[in-house]
């Protein structure tokens, strides 16, 4: 079974998936985030039965805290539990999008294809993370 990473923005939800033995992760996509049963249709029609855990971001302060931005995600979270039976785990997303941004800048990654690919490379990077922890 995999595990399906959500990296909740307020514009693009971006979307990555592990692979079957849950080692690897790799970006997919991005939905966007309006409207919000988008993701929950997505997740149905591609992935239902084929996972273990849905991972969400969850955005924290550098000093630890929660601000604004995390409760917009917990209630997205809460929306997807009332929709989708998969177990679903917050995990903290903390400098996902700078890190994602670093490796595609030095890839050479050009600026218009960076602003596409940020999303799911940032749910690629908070699902390898959660990976990693889990070995």
Do not use: C
Request: hydrophobic share 40%; glycine share 6%.
């Amino acid at each position: 079974m995999r595990i399906l990473a959500l990296d909740h923005g307020t514009v693009r939800i971006g979307v990555a998936i592990s692979d079957e033995m849950q080692m690897i992760a790799q970006p997919v996509q991005y939905i966007d985030a309006v409207p919000p049963n988008k993701i929950v249709d997505y997740i149905r029609s591609e992935w239902e039965g084929k996972l273990e855990l849905i991972l969400v971001g969850m955005p924290r302060n550098m000093d630890g805290s929660y601000g604004p931005a995390a409760e917009k995600v917990k209630a997205f979270v809460d929306m997807l539990k009332e929709s989708i039976s998969t177990p679903i785990r917050t995990w903290d997303e903390r400098l996902t999008s700078a890190q994602a941004n670093r490796v595609m800048i030095e890839a050479d990654v050009r600026r218009d294809k960076r602003k596409q690919k940020v999303d799911s490379m940032s749910a690629a990077i908070l699902l390898q993370s959660y990976l990693d922890g889990q070995l």
